[in-house]
DNA sequence: CGAATAGTGTCTCTCAGACAATATTGC
DNA sequence: GCAATATTGTCTGAGAGACACTATTCG
């Protein structure tokens, strides 16, 4: 069942890589926070070619001995100074219509983050400006490559993560309150969720969340003072959290 | 914010695509169907270099001017002679570890692809031979490249995939009856169902099934016979149907 | 009729959604 | 006390799981 070395060798030495089609093969990072109750993503401006002066997912071309993950969060670090312990990162997919890009077949890997709200990156070497963005003022028309088609399915995933998934802790910092966390799925969701019921929900769901010993933060403007919490070890919820009016069809 | 057509056409003639990493593309199939009750993959015993003589998923090349998902239906149909229309294709991930490629730095795009019951494909030019394999009697340690976890996302993605969605149709013919669709989860989760509550929650949840005007097939060894559905339009199920034991943790 | 499979009804328990009521803070 | 936020409790209806029961076929 195994190969003779021999004719391995023989195989591997007359191989010609250049006789394959030269692919480029990038990463692309979906990089999702909620910033004053705005669902938000960060996107840099183009100052070289293509698409020079458009807006953009940050990313960049994968080395040759790099690993897609370790080319998302390079890129993450690079261009958001977002380190990868401290947000969520997962594969989003692979995106390579012939013609994407102008300069040669280029094949992008993207890569959805989810990180709690952070200070103002800085541009990088080929971007002249970074920002948040809120999701909803977006102009899909504006964004360079297909970058509207990976943004589109970022959010829907991020949508639907939500409900099966412990991940909206990922938007929030290390220790939060119930408030904070309903806040990031009405942010992500677009609507207003019951404060009782979700507090209920997010309680009782076992493995979600954990009370922190000291439970006794601030209030921002009055107010009893929320109980402090940290993620829970679950890596999927049971029973699920719902969209309100989810009728899939 | 439009960039202007001299200086983009000046940067385009002085590109040299060959400046950056060569990678090679290729797309990689999980053809999951259920064969005699078993949830089954289809597996090429190689017949070139490298990993010849092992078993590996189905794929190869994507061609200069190919979109990813023609290059998946395209292999599809040559390896397997599945027409796309006739199965359900998703794309599953990227795959492009350093080194999974002996040959050359190679990123896979994996496509996942569900199938009814087919006739036993023919090799390949470069497979020895072809296969229907049960998912339990896959080991893991005799596949090619990094297939073994290529084929683990694609099951985990099956299986939770029967749950929200109904994709489970696509493993069934056109018209069905209510127990081979019954099968067909019993075959992906690995255990039994109730035959009367699956039967009041696939017939109770709209848009996954629609009743058949002629309801009568036959009855294989006695019994009272079947009535036949095909899919309904819905895209996902709700309420989901649940796993049966499934305590995430 | 008996065996086998298809399909319906019933009961219980969990849980989502609506919303009343209580708790704890700042002013 | 009053406003504001946090947290608990109560009710109702949908639905999942267990399982008795009826329906329809073949031999």
Redesign the pocket.
């Given at each position: 069942m195994t190969t003779e070395p021999d004719d391995e060798a023989l195989f591997l030495a007359s191989y010609d890589p250049l006789a394959f089609p030269p692919f480029g093969v990038t990463v692309d990072v979906v990089l999702l926070t909620v910033r004053d109750d705005r669902f938000s993503v960060l996107l840099v401006e183009r100052d070289t070619h293509p698409f020079r002066g458009r807006l953009a997912l940050p990313g960049g071309f994968v080395q040759p001995d790099e690993d897609l993950d370790a080319a998302a969060t390079r890129r993450l670090a690079a261009e958001t100074g977002v380190r990868r312990d401290a947000a969520h990162v997962e594969q989003l997919g692979a995106f390579g219509r012939p013609g994407r890009d102008p300069r040669m077949r280029v094949v992008s890997v993207s890569y959805l983050v989810f990180a709690p709200d952070l200070p103002a990156p800085v541009p990088g070497r080929r971007t002249r400006s970074v920002a948040w963005v809120p999701v909803a003022d977006v102009d899909p028309a504006r964004l360079a490559f297909d970058h509207d088609q990976v943004l589109a399915a970022g959010v829907e995933r991020a949508r639907a993560k939500l409900e099966y998934s412990p991940v909206a802790t990922a938007f929030c910092r290390e220790e939060f309150?119930?408030?904070?966390l309903r806040r990031v799925y009405e942010a992500v969701w677009g609507g207003p969720l019951?404060?009782?019921?979700f507090?209920?929900?997010v309680?009782?769901?076992p493995g979600f969340l954990v009370p922190v010993g000291a439970?006794?933060p601030?209030?921002?403007?009055?107010?009893?003072?929320?109980?402090l919490f940290r993620r829970g070890s679950a890596t999927l919820l049971?029973?699920?959290?719902?969209r309100?009016d989810h009728r899939p069809g």
């Open positions: 309150t119930v408030a904070e019951d404060p009782r019921n507090h209920r929900k309680t009782g769901t439970p006794a601030v209030g921002p403007e009055g107010g009893r003072p929320a109980a049971h029973p699920a959290m719902l309100p």
